[in-house]
């Protein structure tokens, strides 16, 4: 007997739904990506318990007749592609014909939708791949899909669903990428009941940035057009100030569709080269027109990848669009952009290297220091002529030096040491920072005027489940309008960060690392990057006093050898490896 058979089609349906299908958020995309095609001007969502219970969606577009309505839940069913050429132009959001199959074989769904040529409407309903018969029913034009208790049938699948609260912040995103790409649409979004956002058709681009995100992020936005070979390119710019330490404010837009794209990431990343510290993001929101032929979407389940029959000219054109805009505005709006290295960064080995040439071009032989002699002076002459006097500090030999500002050479007993001063500072903070947290909230100190800052529903969700976490790096922060709060106290360890940007880059963390991970690791990944805004940074000049300071702080931590990162905060060359170097042995 043969142990290979054929899989039933509602399998082969809940099998292809794992790819189609990983949440939530992934019904709402397709869905509301079905009725852009079908040409509606005005969309609602709704979803209850983060749309775990119910996720529906309402347009006022075409809509379907009895005949199209049954078949429309059939695998690989679809009205936008007919013949294997409409595949090498595609012109609609979707095209496979196996969302709406795939979305019926693990839910309970509901779909009524009505054409304008009828009084009319039709309902069907499908449980779980479960199809039932096409019914009349009154209804607007336009078509409403409600899916109701995703995975409910699969729960294996559906305990790898998150709370609502996480579930709730996905779909926004979803939304938010809609919202972006199709400006001439009224759109809505209401959760278990409750407003979250209402975008109405007439909005510019900047002004649905500003109600989905913040006036902040609108306000500090720079926009540049282009058009040339092919492609016509919009773009809205961060300034440095708005730099985020994730890509969270990176959008990109193909033709309406939200992508991803390894090839415009870096453009972007170029474009800002010298503007920002490289560690962070610039906010970007970039719009592409260019022909369906000259792409292709159909190369991932989600559609979220396209692939470029000329990548180098995609690359090198939003390259040239972004660099000119950035290079032309003010110098003065990139003043709060930290310093930048060398645009050819010396490797590791030579700065090593010229470190060590310097420490000992510094240092004189052990005799001219007990002497104190100054050069071109003498015990027995006069100042003009070889006067001897005790040397000052300046000219005394330190046990240690700094050079580029960024590195501390320090003698030992058997050789060198050459230290990163932010790195090893880092981790004397996180240490600190640990230990200080571990019973109690960090010691705060009133801000003289507190700051305030916008937040997005998203970013409000975030303060409102971790408020325990904030509580405990000693953060007060009190609401400040309907979509704003105010930090009123803040850490006296963190006094070098700037409240608002490190909330921000804590909202950020928790957002991107969160969902994986325990109240005490996430609280550990908050200490990491509050010692690293807390550290001495590289490029500050340092006094005597600091960096004697900082040497002794080394002993007192554990682990001083690397930083919370994993980089090492010191080098160490015994006097055997300086000789084998300088081949005296």
């Known amino acids: 007997m043969g142990r290979i058979v054929v899989l039933d089609q509602n399998m082969v349906n809940m099998i292809a739904a794992g790819e189609v299908i990983e949440r939530p958020a992934s019904v709402v995309k397709e869905l509301v ?39 429309a839940f059939e695998p ?40 304008n040529e009828q009084l009319a409407g039709n309902f069907i309903e ?64 209401t959760h278990n009941g409750r407003d979250v956002y209402r975008i109405s058709k007439e909005q510019s681009i900047r002004s649905r940035i500003a109600e989905l995100f913040s006036p902040d992020v609108a306000d500090n936005l720079l926009e540049t057009r282009s058009e040339e070979k092919g492609l016509n390119i ?29 090839f415009i990431s870096h453009a972007i990343k170029e474009a800002y080269r010298g503007a920002i510290d490289p560690s962070r993001y610039p906010a970007a929101f970039l719009f592409i027109q260019m022909s369906p032929e000259d792409y292709d979407v159909n190369v991932h389940p989600t559609k979220i990848e396209v692939r470029f029959f000329n990548a180098n ?81 300046e000219n005394r030999a330190s046990k240690f030096l700094q050079i580029h500002d960024s590195f501390i050479i320090a003698e030992t007993d058997d050789g060198l040491i050459i230290i990163d001063q ?43 489940n971790n408020a325990d976490l904030i509580e405990k790096l000693g953060i007060e922060i009190v609401p400040f309008g309907p ?22 880059d804590v909202i950020d963390l928790i957002v991107e690392k969160g969902e994986s991970l325990d109240g005490d690791s996430l609280l550990d990944e908050v200490l990491h990057m509050a010692a690293c805004k807390a550290a001495i940074k590289a490029g500050t000049k340092l006094t005597d006093a600091e ?16 930083c919370p990162h994993g980089r090492p905060t010191v080098l160490k060359f015994t006097l055997a490896e300086l000789e084998k170097q300088f081949k005296r042995t």
């Open 76 to 115: 690989h069913t679809t009205s936008k592609v007919r013949t294997s050429d409409d595949l090498r132009a595609i012109s609609t959001l979707g095209f496979r014909g196996e969302a709406l199959a795939s979305i019926a074989s693990v839910a309970q769904v509901k779909a009524v939708s009505r054409t």
């Open 483 to 504: 979509k704003a709060i105010a930090i009123q106290s803040f850490p006296v360890l963190l006094a070098k960060a700037q409240p608002v940007d490190f909330l921000r």
């Open 547 to 562: 960096i004697e300071q900082l040497i002794a702080d080394k002993e007192t931590v554990e682990n001083s050898s690397h």
């Open 33 to 71: 990506e079905n009725s852009i095609d079908a040409g509606a001007t005005k969309i609602t969502v709704a979803v209850e318990d983060g749309g775990r219970k119910l996720i529906s969606v309402t347009d006022n577009g075409s809509g379907m007749d009895a005949e199209d309505l049954s078949s």
């Open 126 to 189: 499908i449980d779980c791949g479960s199809k039932g018969q096409v019914a009349p029913c009154s209804a607007d034009i336009g078509t409403t899909i409600m899916v109701r208790d995703l995975f409910y049938k699969l729960p294996a699948r559906r305990k790898f669903l998150k709370t609502a609260n996480t579930e709730i912040t996905h779909v926004i995103e979803q939304f938010i990428r809609i919202a972006l790409g199709n400006t001439n649409m009224e759109l809505a979004l």
């Open 422 to 464: 932010h790195a090893l500072h880092e981790r004397i903070m996180y240490e600190r920072l640990k230990k200080r947290v571990r019973d109690n909230p960090l010691e705060s100190q009133k801000l003289l005027v507190p700051e305030s800052f916008q937040l997005t529903k998203t970013q409000m969700d975030v303060f409102d």
């Open 313 to 393: 000219l995609v690359h090198s054109q939003i390259l040239a669009c972004l660099r000119e805009k950035l290079l032309t505005t003010d110098i003065d709006t990139f003043a709060t952009a930290p310093r930048q290295p060398a645009a050819f960064p010396l490797r590791r080995d030579n700065r090593i290297a010229e470190a060590m040439e310097e420490f000992f071009k510094r240092h004189r032989p052990q005799n001219q220091q007990q002497l104190g002699f100054i050069p071109g002076t003498s015990p027995s002459g006069n100042r003009q002529a070889n006067e001897y006097r005790e040397p000052s500090i």
């Open 234 to 262: 919009t773009a809205y710019l961060g300034m440095p100030a708005i730099a985020a330490t994730s890509s969270r404010l990176q959008y990109i837009f193909l033709n309406g569709r939200f992508i991803r794209d390894k």
